[in-house]
């Protein structure tokens, strides 16, 4: 009975764990070359529009991007790309189909004829994918960038025909290009979509309205922005330049995937909750605006006010030295999982004139700019157990900081604004020697601090007549095997101040808890307290005699402690904006 007992429970604990892990869906995208990723190499700025959509969507939505550049609906069955896709569909997946600029090709391996041929490729790409549980969706074609006065049918052929060449720039084809009305190329190929989606009850996207209206609106030379037009010797992969009237650029990419995925929302309901909108993306992959955080923080406009400027980092670790300077007010960081900002830098590294870089100069990344919030990303140096190594230097105030991870050994996070106000919530923070330490104002709420060694957890340098320094709220302190002798704080000047509250803290934690750092003076300075300590390391009576048990937690209202002059309440307010006047 008692093995059958820890059976049921064994298999309850599994089941939770399962239902607890959502399945990520899977939008599969079948089509031509103004939905397909496109190779990097060489600067290469050609984007799919396809290949942008990632950034659009929470991470439950995989998108898996099988378009390629040529091929018709006939060619891409022909050539078995779509058995392959077919066998990858599972019930809930979603199907992308946009088909027609090849279909229009005078080509017998891509030809096929709208109202017969065409349409029989999208019902089988719509039937096979509801027989394998999936749900379809039909595009019709982008338009060309094809301005004139009127639907001169040697313009519109010409243009059919040029699809694929891709022109020096300099030599544009003169078909087409003058008045400020887009001339169509596509012709019946834009119906078969819309027609086949009306008889087989499947959700349509209309890509050609949606990028006609954009193209025309913004009329013949500012239109050129969004396409392939690259001028000679700026681009290493096409050094005579592009003159390119139908494939995308990045920002052309961008943007129109933009405006697709509000239409697919409003298309497939479904997937609305998904859909997210970010002012910049940083991708390695070529599916953002930039490849680097840097480029994207350089990016945003100086002092841009009242609003926050929303960055998503695609996963990838970037390896750069970020500096987020004072004038980039309210930058909002979002990575996805996986997203990580890493360098190697340390305190006894020689810079270029053979100086050591010191303590401040070591850090990986460094925030000074104001009302900064990053969600998801981990913040690490990796220059391992070599002395002082600062994964973040922070000296803004208001900064937020949520689901974030902070990697590194002695001195991983550095709070250095004085006078500044930090929050951090459910963070891990690791380290081994005074890794959280500073002058700054933080409360760290419910975050999970690891010692790697024995050492110190915290050195603040508080001020005097500071209210508060370090204030931990419901945090878990943890540690590797074999660590055995650490301190909850050690005063890196006299007034330094550390307050946990109902923390959980682990055998690591020694009893005495609190050390002065040799300097027998501070032990009147300082501020030292718990509140309801609980675990293996909470010992009230054996604490450092100059260090505090609170009685109540009268001062420490989590909600007003970082209020100062302008009420800043992320606690319940989460990273609103506060009204300062600047």
């Known amino acids: ?79 078995g790309r779509w058995d392959k896709v077919l066998a990858r569909i599972k019930k809930g997946d979603y199907v992308f189909i946009q088909f027609g600029h090849n279909d229009e090709k005078p080509k017998a391996d891509r030809h096929t004829d709208p109202g017969t041929t065409f349409d029989a490729n999208l019902r089988k790409f719509v039937n096979e994918t509801r027989a394998k549980g999936g749900i379809p969706v039909l595009f019709n074609s982008i338009v060309r960038r094809n301005f004139g006065t009127g639907a001169d049918t040697a313009t519109v052929q010409a243009a059919v025909n040029q699809d694929d060449y891709r022109k020096d720039a300099g030599k544009e084809t003169s078909a087409g290009q003058s008045g400020n009305r887009l001339i169509d190329t596509h012709g019946d190929y834009l119906l078969s979509p819309r027609n086949v989606a009306r008889e087989l009850n499947v959700p349509f996207v209309d890509m050609n309205k949606i990028t006609h209206d954009l193209v025309e609106g913004l009329g013949p030379e500012e239109s050129k922005k969004l396409f392939m037009w690259v001028e000679p010797h700026t681009v290493p992969a096409m050094p005579k330049g592009r003159e390119d009237n139908t494939h995308l650029n990045i920002y052309g990419g961008r943007v129109i995937a933009g405006l697709t995925v509000d239409a697919i929302a409003e298309a497939v ?42 960055i998503l980092i695609r996963k990838g670790v970037y390896k750069e030295k970020l500096i987020i ?113 500073g002058w700054s104002t933080a409360v760290f709420n419910r975050c999970h601090i690891h010692s790697l060694r024995d050492g110190y957890v915290t050195a603040p340098s508080t001020d005097a007549g500071q209210k508060h320094g370090y204030v931990f709220y419901d945090c878990r302190l943890t540690a590797s095997d074999g660590v055995e002798k650490v301190y909850l704080s050690r005063p890196w000047r006299p007034y330094a101040q550390a307050v946990f509250i109902r923390c959980q803290l682990g055998k690591h934690i020694l009893p005495e808890g609190w050390h002065n750092w040799g300097k027998k003076e501070a032990e009147k300075t300082v501020f030292y307290a718990e509140y ?36 800043w309440n992320p606690v319940k307010n989460g990273n609103a904006l506060v009204t300062v006047k600047r």
């Open 1 to 79: 009975m008692k093995h059958r007992l820890m059976l049921f429970a064994a298999l309850f604990v599994l089941l939770a764990a399962f239902q607890a892990e959502k399945p990520v869906i899977t939008i599969f995208m079948i089509g031509d070359s103004t939905m397909a990723n496109k190779n990097l190499t060489g600067g290469n700025p050609e984007r799919g529009w396809g290949q942008m959509l990632p950034g659009f969507f929470t991470e439950d939505i995989r998108v898996d991007n099988h378009a390629v550049n040529g091929r018709s609906s006939k060619s891409f069955i022909d050539e």
């Open 532 to 567: 309801q300590s609980t675990g293996e390391g909470a010992h009230p009576d054996a604490r450092a005699p100059f260090s505090h048990q609170l009685k109540n937690l009268d001062n420490y209202d989590m909600e007003t402690l970082l209020a100062g002059d302008d009420g």
């Open 325 to 437: 300077p004072a004038c980039k007010i309210n930058v909002s960081l979002i990575g996805q999982e996986g997203a990580v900002l890493s360098y190697d830098g340390y305190a006894s590294r020689l810079n270029r004139f053979g100086e050591e870089m010191s303590t401040s100069g070591s850090a990986s990344c460094y925030i000074y700019a104001p009302d900064f919030y990053a969600e998801n990303i981990t913040f690490e140096n990796t220059a391992g157990p070599v002395g002082q190594a600062v994964a973040c230097f922070v000296s803004a105030d208001r900064a937020y900081f949520k689901h974030c991870r902070f990697l590194g050994f002695q001195d991983t996070l550095y709070t250095y604004g004085k006078g500044c106000r930090q929050y951090y919530e459910d963070c891990y923070i690791e380290g081994t020697v005074d890794f959280i330490f």
């Open 269 to 310: 309901p479904a997937l609305a909750p998904y859909v997210r909108h970010y002012d910049l993306v940083v991708a390695q992959d070529g599916s953002g605006d930039f490849f680097t955080v840097q480029e994207a923080i350089n990016a945003v406009p100086d002092f841009r006010k009242n609003q926050r400027t929303t």
